[in-house]
């Protein structure tokens, strides 16, 4: 039986210029080299309007059962550009099984909090992503039990590097924890990830804005191309979300929601005026 969608989001917001990320130095400072797909120039500027537009296409291509955007995670607080779930079936009720968060930055410079000696830190989170690569290659060499006994194909091989007896590796997650720390402590992912309402979360700009390993780990990353189209250029790790919690940002979902349903069926919302008007129409080609 084919799922049925929920329909929240009827029309995108108006074009505006969303300054909600936290804004930093400029750099000079070349990106380290990273093989991403060419883009087509459409001759149009990826606004933060288009970039939502982005999101909410690679999301609905995913049949969520409810999306919206500008979502609360918390009451009112730590907007997202983009919240979708997913639902199934549980007897007579639906069951929440999975939400996605996306946040949208404009550009390198909205991706981390103020900070003087950012891309320092940024280089030596990236050297040490680079370590902890190599030593968990050397780990699966010397340490083969580490690897779990119920993995049937080799793509999906999960290792249990925490308990390895390697020294040298332990020490460089003590040094990248502690600098990813000083980087995003306080800042408005980590608050937005410290809500648990989402089970994945992503970060989404412009292509080749970032390099995956300048972005803290647990969260996914979407390049943006020119056409509108979105390449995953990181996974997300499975973060901890109750039901609880996910209840609770699908109920945001359905609130971000609300005036753009009203506005679909012809009523309006000014000030403290409530009033009914034609529905909008789309536009006859």
């Known amino acids: 039986m084919k799922k049925q969608q929920i329909t929240f989001e009827f029309f995108g917001n108006e074009q505006e210029n969303d300054n909600t990320s936290e804004t930093?130095?400029?750099?000079?400072?070349?990106?380290?080299?990273?093989?991403?797909?060419?883009?087509?120039?459409?001759?149009?500027?990826?606004?933060?309007?288009?970039?939502?537009?982005?999101?909410?296409?690679?999301?609905?291509?995913?049949?969520?059962?409810?999306?919206?955007t500008k979502v609360a995670t918390r009451i009112s607080k730590y907007q997202v550009d983009v919240a979708a779930f997913w639902s199934l079936p549980a007897g007579a009720r639906r069951r929440v099984e999975k939400t996605v968060l996306v946040e949208i930055r404009n550009n390198r410079d909205h991706c981390w909090p103020?900070?003087?000696?950012?891309?320092?830190?940024?280089?030596?989170?990236?050297?040490l992503k680079a370590e902890r690569t190599a030593l968990e290659k050397l780990i699966r060499q010397d340490e083969p039990e580490l690897k779990a006994s119920d993995t049937l194909f080799e793509e999906y091989e999960c290792w249990d590097y925490e308990k390895s007896r390697n020294p040298q590796y332990h020490d460089c997650l003590a040094k990248l924890e502690e600098l990813q720390h000083s980087l995003y402590k306080g800042s408005r992912l980590e608050l937005i990830r410290q809500s648990q309402t989402a089970d994945f979360i992503y970060v989404a700009l412009p292509e080749g804005t970032i390099h995956a390993d300048e972005l803290i780990d647990g969260i996914g990353l979407l390049a943006i191309k020119d056409d509108l189209e979105i390449v995953e250029i990181k996974p997300p790790d499975a973060l901890i979300c109750n039901?609880?919690?996910?209840?609770?940002?699908?109920?945001?979902?359905?609130?971000?929601?609300?005036k753009s349903l009203l506005f679909a069926n012809g009523v309006n919302l000014s000030n403290d005026r409530i009033f009914i008007t034609n529905p909008p129409r789309r536009r006859r080609k």
């Open 243 to 258: 039901a609880q919690n996910r209840n609770h940002i699908v109920q945001n979902i359905a609130v971000a929601c609300r």
């Open 114 to 127: 103020d900070c003087s000696n950012r891309e320092a830190i940024l280089k030596k989170i990236r050297d």
């Open 24 to 68: 930093a130095h400029h750099t000079d400072d070349a990106l380290a080299a990273q093989t991403l797909p060419e883009t087509t120039d459409t001759g149009q500027a990826l606004t933060p309007f288009r970039m939502r537009q982005a999101a909410l296409k690679w999301l609905a291509k995913q049949n969520p059962c409810g999306i919206g």
